[in-house]
């Protein structure tokens, strides 16, 4: 069963830590994939956090640069995402994306997403 798998969620205080983990199985095409964290807060869009390719280049919302790090293991399929100096509008459902051009049409795969809430 071709799927991404997130963990690593909870419930931190302000100022809080927490890395989430996102681990595609079933297929080795998310070994050569970007991926990325994107997170929907209550009523608003999903948008992205973070994104890396598989040669490593990055990328970041502006709401997150310098508080968030985005890393992958290319030989597993796994991203990773910690999260440093949580604030409370960082509270949301945070899901992995996987995505990539097969034969010139883009391909994407979504996880199911980890809650992650921030405690004033």
């Known amino acids: 069963q071709v799927q991404l798998v997130e963990s690593g969620g909870g419930l931190v205080q302000t100022g809080g830590s927490l890395r989430l983990s996102c681990i595609g199985s079933g297929s080795s095409i998310f070994t050569t994939s970007a991926m990325g964290w994107y997170r929907q807060a209550p009523g608003k869009d999903r948008d992205m956090v973070a994104r890396i390719t598989t040669g490593g280049t990055t990328s970041y919302a502006d709401s997150v640069k310098g508080r968030f790090t985005i890393s992958r293991d290319n030989a597993t399929g796994t991203v990773y995402l910690q999260m440093s100096s949580l604030k409370p509008e960082d509270t949301a459902v945070y899901y992995c994306?996987?995505?990539?051009?097969?034969?010139?049409?883009?391909?994407?795969?979504w996880g199911r997403g980890t809650q992650v809430t921030v405690s004033s």
């Open positions: 994306k996987a995505d990539k051009l097969r034969n010139g049409l883009p391909w994407v795969w």
